[in-house]
């Protein structure tokens, strides 16, 4: 028998004996752990690519069928993926980080084009989310805002010309969205209580002092855009530190 036939039989003998096989690995990985896991880890970095191109393949022409596996195995072991989730994140938190980084840096533009092509239907899906888990979603930004604010500070340091970069090309590609919103913020309405007192060389915003009241008053650009969300208006502080000197 040669070996394409060898292959044949094996595939159908695994075709008519599926049952009996799947129980009888199952229970062989229950009682041989270890084994099993190096078995596999052998086994897919020697045929790693083969395997990716046969995954990638099958998802392909059987996308139907994979979602609803997905998410059927999700309902019935959602806690247990959850808990080896957060165990493995843990233990391999700084070798996952890194790995994200790299990947993104590598598949930026591929990410780019993937979102840009199902816009549509990415947004209502956030959307909903975030409607549907306000509460926790507000409960994680207050537990780790420091943290975020943190990682946003030393990474904008780290690309500020990339950034400065990106939001010019995109105010140039994108007026109309621009335009829209600068009137939101203009909704307000615009009273300045007093001319700029700073040199030109300082860029300063106008910082509305009340929320939606017109009254506006110069502050330095760095110093205004420091803090933002609910804690926006101690910029209020500023201005009366800038009156004390200015009297």
């Known amino acids: 028998m040669g ?8 595939r159908e003998y695994r075709r008519r004996h599926r049952d009996e096989i799947n129980q009888y690995a199952r229970k062989y990985n229950r009682t041989h752990p270890d084994k099993a896991k190096q078995y596999c880890q052998k086994s897919y970095k020697k045929h790693r690519s083969k395997k990716l191109q046969y995954a990638r393949q ?17 309902q019935t072991h ?12 843990r233990a391999h938190k700084d070798k996952k980080l890194q ?20 816009k549509g239907s990415l947004r209502p899906y956030f959307r909903e989310y975030r409607q549907a888990h306000k509460d926790k979603i507000k409960q994680y930004r207050l537990v780790h ?3 975020h604010k943190q990682y946003n500070r030393e990474y904008y340091q780290a690309h500020a010309d990339e950034i400065k970069q990106h939001v010019l090309a995109y105010a140039k590609a994108n007026p109309d969205k621009i335009r829209q919103r600068n009137a939101r913020h203009k909704g307000k ?17 106008w910082h509305h002092l009340l929320p939606n009241q ?6 330095p650009r760095e110093i205004h855009r420091a803090v933002k969300g609910e804690h ?16």
């Open 145 to 147: 805002k420091d943290k």
């Open 214 to 219: 017109p009254y506006v008053v110069p502050i």
């Open 78 to 89: 959602g806690n247990e993926k959850k808990q080896w989730a957060r165990a493995y994140y």
């Open 99 to 118: 790995y994200n980084k790299e990947y993104h840096q590598t598949h930026r533009d591929e990410a780019r084009a993937y979102y840009n092509g199902r």
């Open 189 to 205: 309405g615009f009273v300045p209580l007093m001319d700029n007192p700073f040199p030109s060389s300082i860029p300063i915003d």
């Open 232 to 247: 926006h208006f101690i910029h209020n502080l500023s201005f009366v530190w800038l009156m004390e000197r200015l009297s």
């Open 3 to 10: 070996y394409e036939e060898d292959l044949e039989y094996r």
């Open 58 to 74: 099958y998802y392909q022409t059987h996308k139907d069928k994979c979602r609803r596996y997905a998410r059927d195995y999700y």
